[in-house]
């Protein structure tokens, strides 16, 4: 994970030391597991962009594996950073998130059930620098406040 998107992901979650490795002992210490939803290549055969979802099906297999570990260690909760995300839990079944969006669905939890495995799971934009657009409309202090909440519950 990149020094930016880092700080803004601790920031977010209350965590006050967000450089270095002080930050992220935090961060696992409150049991959370961050999982990215693409953490293999696919094979570029020019310059364009490589399609999305050709990246989500190559990596299908590895993120469902890391849910599953994460639920095997207690994770109940999911929380969605961005489009490439929410895409690749509607690829592996989540099918509750089938109409939803990061833009328009942004600080809504749903409740899921992929495999007998039951999920609540909250929808936000990647709070990255291209995503300035939805950081103001997503991440004002009512969602990191509704996030804080859902966080918290048991």
Do not use: H
Not at 6 to 24: D, K, N, Q, S, T
Not at 47 to 70: D, F, G, Q, R, T
Not at 89 to 103: H, I
Not at 131 to 147: S, T
């Amino acid at each position: 994970m990149g020094n930016f998107l880092r700080e803004r992901l601790l920031r977010l979650l209350g965590i006050c030391a967000v450089g270095g490795e002080e930050g992220l002992r935090e961060f696992q210490e409150r049991g959370y597991f961050l999982v990215d939803a693409v953490e293999c290549r696919v094979k570029r055969t020019c310059e364009s962009a490589v399609p999305l979802l050709e990246v989500i099906n190559n990596c299908s297999n590895l993120l469902s594996a890391k849910i599953e570990l994460a639920r095997t260690r207690g994770a109940k909760k999911i929380v969605i950073l961005g489009s490439t995300a929410i895409q690749a839990l509607k690829e592996l079944g989540f099918n509750e998130l089938r109409e939803k969006s990061v833009a328009k669905n942004c600080g809504e939890v749903v409740e899921s059930r992929i495999e007998s495995r039951e999920f609540k799971i909250f929808i936000l934009p990647l709070p990255a620098k291209w995503g300035v657009k939805y950081i103001k409309q997503c991440y004002m202090d009512e969602v990191k406040a509704k996030l804080a909440r859902f966080l918290e519950e048991k």
